[in-house]
């Protein structure tokens, strides 16, 4: 095996543990963790066997296995893009409705102070 | 104008930098109605005194959230006055007129809907500038095609509704989709609405005031296709 091999595969050994032992993992959804497992085995097997992923690259017609990897991560970004975009509107949904009780909570100890 | 009682009736005013002007905006407002809640939306400038000097009632965003956000906040508090049974929202620089927001009160009282909303391309729109006009007309189309319901202005401030459709109207879109998703919550829900003509007076301090429409155009299509999307 060469040097990049063996630091890529202990790489992403790590940052699946990461994932998978974090203390918030219990918050993470098993199919999300399914997935990056899935992910974290692709990857090992792109880096120690880079033939299969010319051979699957023609299989689907592309030219090159990096040309595949290329593709691929394109998809896998756009997608964490999206899921982060509607992440944020949804926790600023959450935010908004935090701030609009505190709103109304204070008009309503102002109104009772008024009366008082 | 025949007179009636206005004393159920809500009048919604979202309020961001609107210092200048929004005292003689309310000041008027309150001739006609009793009710008025302004909701200062985290305004940098002299908003809140300038409300505060006023009779109407003030309710304070933390931050800044949004227009659709502060339209929800003022539905809201005035959901909690049960006597409450009609809602208006008015926009806080003037544009819209008392005589329209009283003729749209007056149809749906009399009428069998829940929502009438104000539209300037049936009405007159005084000084609106080309651009405008035809980012809005795109907008119709655009509205037209995804929520349902055909409407001739689906960006229109103005509106009136009662207590039935405050209920369930739950604005989730913070910013300029509010628009949108209101149209989109009167076609899923089936609510029976109607659209009268409205003047809008742009002046130039409303002129001034918008800020890049195009831009805003781009999120709310945006918006609006993802969150069909999603759904």
């Known amino acids: 095996?060469?040097?990049?091999?063996?630091?890529?595969?202990?790489?992403?050994?790590?940052?699946?543990?990461?994932?998978?032992?974090?203390?918030?993992?219990?918050?993470?959804?098993?199919?999300?963790?399914?997935?990056?497992?899935?992910?974290?085995?692709?990857?090992?097997?792109?880096?120690?066997?880079?033939?299969?992923?010319?051979?699957l690259a023609h299989e689907v017609g592309v030219g090159r296995g990096a040309d595949l990897l290329l593709y691929l991560l394109c998809v896998a970004f756009l997608s964490y893009v999206l899921n982060q975009y509607l992440r944020t509107k949804d926790d600023e949904y959450q935010i908004h409705k935090l701030a609009r009780k505190i709103a109304l909570l204070e008009a309503e100890l102002k109104t009772k102070a008024e009366k008082k | 104008m025949n007179v009636m009682s206005t004393s159920n009736v809500a009048i919604i005013i979202p309020v961001y930098n609107?210092?200048?002007?929004?005292?003689?905006?309310?000041?008027?407002?309150?001739?006609?109605?009793?009710?008025v809640v302004c909701v200062n939306d985290g305004s940098k400038d002299n908003s809140e005194s300038e409300i505060a000097k006023t009779k109407a009632r003030l309710v304070?965003?933390?931050?800044?959230?949004?227009q659709g956000a502060a339209l929800q906040t003022g539905i809201e508090y005035?959901?909690?006055?049960?006597?409450?049974?009609?809602?208006?929202?008015f926009d806080a620089d003037g544009q819209h007129s008392?005589?329209?927001?009283?003729?749209?009160?007056?149809?749906?009282?009399?009428?069998?809907?829940?929502?009438?909303?104000g539209s300037r391309f049936l009405g007159t729109a005084k000084n609106m500038s080309k651009l405008k006009k035809v980012i809005l007309k795109l907008a119709v189309r655009f509205s037209n095609a995804t929520s349902g319901i055909k409407l001739t202005d689906t960006h229109n401030g103005l509106r009136v509704f009662n207590r039935k459709f405050a209920e369930i109207i739950n604005i989730t879109q913070s910013d300029m989709s509010?628009?949108?998703?209101?149209i989109q919550r009167i076609a899923e829900t089936?609510?029976?609405?109607?659209?009268?003509?409205?003047?809008?007076?742009?002046?130039?301090?409303?002129?001034?005031?918008?800020?890049?429409?195009?831009?805003?155009?781009?999120?709310?299509?945006?918006?609006?296709?993802?969150?069909?999307?999603?759904?």
């Open chain 2, 18 to 35: 609107e210092g200048k002007v929004i005292a003689s905006v309310v000041k008027n407002v309150l001739k006609q109605f009793d009710f």
């Open chain 2, 178 to 182: 509010h628009a949108s998703e209101i």
């Open chain 2, 190 to 231: 089936k609510t029976p609405f109607k659209e009268l003509p409205v003047t809008i007076t742009y002046t130039d301090y409303t002129v001034a005031k918008s800020h890049n429409p195009n831009l805003n155009a781009v999120n709310i299509v945006f918006d609006t296709l993802l969150r069909k999307l999603v759904k």
């Open chain 2, 78 to 89: 005035a959901l909690q006055f049960p006597q409450i049974e009609y809602f208006v929202t």
């Open chain 2, 98 to 117: 008392l005589a329209d927001a009283q003729k749209m009160l007056q149809y749906l009282q009399k009428n069998k809907v829940d929502v009438v909303l």
């Open chain 2, 60 to 66: 304070n965003h933390p931050v800044n959230m949004g």
């Open chain 1, 1 to 55: 095996m060469i040097l990049i091999q063996i630091l890529l595969v202990i790489v992403f050994a790590l940052l699946l543990m990461r994932v998978l032992v974090s203390p918030n993992s219990s918050r993470i959804k098993a199919w999300k963790k399914i997935i990056a497992c899935l992910f974290a085995v692709f990857a090992v097997v792109a880096v120690l066997f880079p033939e299969i992923l010319d051979d």
